[in-house]
Each structure stands twice: as structure tokens, then as C-alpha cells.
């Protein structure tokens, strides 16, 4: 029973595989920047500081104070109500620009979390692109070892091969079928990546039929990773920075007090008419004042630390830019080198590989080369058509790469 409820959901699950739908790349970037666990993170962050930019004009609690009794007179009933509220000088602005700042960092830290996953789904996608490019290539390997080792174990039979050859025509087809199975479960790592990036519940599929070069679409210039968006983020976290050294430098300023009172001064007189004052008659005005910060060390310390704060953004802007213009050079050397021997490949190297393949399995048939010789034909053709895969693919990622340098979507 419990080996049918295996076989079952075995069944199941390859069901469910095969019927997932294939995507292309632009479905899986899309469904990766919609599902994303790390986006949607970021965005959370980023309603955040909206809702945090709100507080710009944050004024301290009000104050209100009742005065009862004896104040004024022997009256013991005198009251005062007095209703006073501070405002802080840095809720004048300096608050309001740093609060602008932090959701200005924000977002384009959302902008560098969307780069770096684009470049990550990407790689993926044209990594399976070439596990299965190569799967096919593989699959072609085998049914030439696998009629060799036909040929030589019939040939065996018949007496006229030796048992060396049948033995060798066996370990080639065996070792290709051993290439198989790993590249099998190498596609189906990626594609749990792939899974994992997109935060989907299936095992996605891609469309892409066959390994397809691609085309750089930027000039070759350092100004191009001015777009980067982390080099966006490290401006603005300059821009923060600046804010920040104001809005500690406003704490210097004082606090405005602005007050109001109400209350009574029972029994006083009044030297115009006589009259004396009862618990009826009540007495208003109004207050306004500084609050004056005494003790500056505390102030000192922050607005001398806000301005070494700018000083390492600026630099770390600084030592950012040097870095990502000497990656993009590296990146463009590395894409020149590559180019260059895909050229090789597609117009020297492949087509000679597939004359090979062909004058060998014609060869060996007729009887003209021995299988000594058919073999080495064929791992040599075998070898070249591998690595123009192999070179395709780091050629297809060093342009990858480059989109990500320069933050191209």
C-alpha cells in the first residue's frame, strides 16, 4: 500500500511538471518582480518611510497644567488653566528634508534589489537554457556510441573486432549515459533556483527551445554605469546624509513656547471702578517664550557625527563609482574575449567539427579507418561542439552581466 501511495504521487507530481505552462524570460521577470519575497520587502520599506515622512512636523505632547488654592490671596479656590506647546526648529523644515531623503533612499534601494534579481533571473533562465542545449548534445552523443558499441558488438560476434574495442565502444556509451543522468539533476537544480527566485509553487519550465546569443544593446562606455542603481543609492544616501547634518545642526536652535492661560484672582480689585474680583471673573493671557539649549556637548557630538557621516558617503560614492567603472571594463574586455572566440567557433571551429563527425561515422563503416582512429575523430568533433556550448553560454552571461553593470531592465 505504501508503495502504491509513492508510485502515486511520483505520478502526481511529474503530472503536475509536465502541465506546468513554460515561461519566457519576460514572464519569469515579471512573475519574479510580483513574487518576489526580497521586492516586496523592499516595498513594505518604502511605505514605511511614507508613512514616516507624516511625522515632518512632529511637535512634542502639549502641556496642560491646572493651578488650584492659594496663589493669589487667602482665597482657597483660585484656579489657573494654562495650555502651553513647543515647537521643536527642526520640525521648520530640516525634519521634513530628511524625511523626503530616507524615501528617496528607499526607493532606489528598491531599484537595486530589482536590478540584482533581474540579473539573478536571467542567469538562471539562460543557464537552463544551456543545460538543455547541452542535454540535446549529450542525446546526440549517445546514439553515436550507442551504435558504435552495436557495430563493435557485433563486429565481436563475427570475429572481426577484438574484445578491446567492444570493451572501449561499451565504457564510451556508458560514460555518456552517466553525463546524462548529471545533467539531468544539473536542470533540475537550476530549475529549483528558478523556483525559489520566482517564489512559485511549481517547478517552471522555460520556453526557450534552443541557446540563442545575445546582443549587446549599450555602447561600450564607462558613462553607462551612471544608470547603475546602486550607484543611484550611494548619491542618495549623500543626499541623506546632507539632511541629516542639517537637521542635527538645527538642534542648536532653540524651541518656540507659545502658551495661553485662563484663571481666576478672586478678592483682587479693580483700581478703576472698586469693584472686586470673584470665583465669576475670569482672567486670560497669553505666553511666549524660547526654549535655549545650555549644555551643547550633546549637540556637538551629533552635528559632528552627521558631518563624518556625509564625509564617508561622499566617499564611499566616490570609491563606488571607481569600482563599478573598473568591473565595467572588466566586463567589456571579458565580453570582447568571448565574442571573439564565438566567432571562432561559429565559423571555423563547428563546421569542421560536424565534417568531422560525418567523414568519420563514413569512414569507420566502410571499413577505411579502424575504431581507434573513428574515436578519436569523434571525441575530438564532440569536443569542439561542448565548448562552443561552453563558450555560448559564458558569452550569453558576460552580456548578462553588462545589462546588470549598467542596470538595464
Do not use: C
Request: charged share 20%; glycine share 4%; no cysteine.
Amino acid at each position: 500500500m505504501r508503495v502504491f501511495i509513492s508510485v502515486l504521487l511520483v505520478l502526481v507530481s511529474y503530472t503536475v511538471w509536465a502541465q506546468s505552462e513554460k515561461l519566457s524570460l519576460e514572464q519569469a521577470l515579471e512573475s519574479a518582480l510580483k513574487n518576489n519575497a526580497g521586492i516586496k520587502a523592499a516595498a513594505f520599506d518604502i511605505e514605511l518611510q511614507r508613512q514616516l515622512k507624516k511625522t515632518s512636523f512632529d511637535l512634542p505632547k502639549t502641556n496642560v497644567s491646572l493651578l488650584y488654592g492659594q496663589y493669589n490671596s487667602y482665597a482657597k479656590n483660585d484656579n489657573n488653566l494654562t495650555i502651553t506647546q513647543a515647537i521643536p526648529f527642526t520640525s521648520l523644515g530640516s525634519q521634513g528634508a530628511l524625511n523626503r531623503a530616507l524615501l528617496a533612499s528607499s526607493e532606489r534601494r528598491k531599484s537595486v534589489s530589482e536590478n540584482e534579481l533581474i540579473f539573478q533571473v536571467k542567469q538562471v533562465y539562460y543557464q537552463i537554457a544551456y543545460e538543455q542545449a547541452r542535454q540535446k548534445l549529450l542525446l546526440r552523443q549517445d546514439s553515436i556510441y550507442e551504435g558504435f558499441f552495436k557495430a563493435s558488438a557485433l563486429r565481436f560476434k563475427t570475429g572481426e573486432a577484438n574484445l578491446l574495442e567492444k570493451t572501449t565502444a561499451e565504457a564510451q556509451r556508458n560514460d555518456v549515459k552517466n553525463r546524462l543522468r548529471q545533467n539531468e539533476s544539473t536542470i533540475l537544480g537550476w530549475r529549483t533556483q528558478l523556483k525559489t527566485l520566482l517564489n512559485s509553487n511549481g517547478l517552471p519550465e522555460i520556453s526557450k527551445a534552443s541557446l540563442d546569443e545575445l546582443v549587446v544593446q549599450l555602447p561600450f562606455d564607462t558613462a553607462v554605469v551612471a544608470t547603475n542603481p546602486s550607484l543611484a543609492l550611494a548619491r542618495q544616501q549623500v543626499e541623506v546624509a546632507k539632511a541629516d547634518k542639517r537637521f542635527q545642526s538645527a538642534k542648536f536652535a532653540p524651541d518656540l513656547l507659545i502658551g495661553y492661560f485662563n484663571q481666576t484672582l478672586i478678592d483682587v480689585v479693580n483700581t478703576e471702578n472698586g469693584a472686586i474680583a470673584t470665583s465669576a471673573n475670569r482672567f486670560t493671557g497669553f505666553q511666549v517664550g524660547l526654549s535655549i539649549p545650555l549644555w551643547f556637548v550633546p549637540h556637538q557630538g551629533r552635528a559632528r557625527a552627521a558631518d563624518f557621516g556625509l564625509r564617508a558617503a561622499q566617499s564611499n560614492l566616490k570609491n563606488y563609482h571607481i569600482g563599478l567603472t573598473g568591473l565595467w571594463q572588466q566586463a567589456e574586455q571579458q565580453y570582447i574575449k568571448n565574442k571573439n572566440s564565438l566567432e571562432y567557433y561559429k565559423t571555423s571551429a563547428l563546421p569542421n567539427a560536424n565534417l568531422i563527425l560525418q567523414q568519420s561515422q563514413i569512414a569507420f563503416n566502410q571499413g577505411e579507418v579502424g575504431y581507434v582512429e573513428y574515436l578519436l575523430g569523434v571525441r575530438n568533433a564532440l569536443t569542439l561542439q561542448e565548448a562552443y556550448l561552453q563558450t555560448l553560454n559564458d558569452y550569453n552571461q558576460t552580456v548578462i552581466y553588462i545589462e546588470f553593470l549598467s542596470g538595464t531592465k
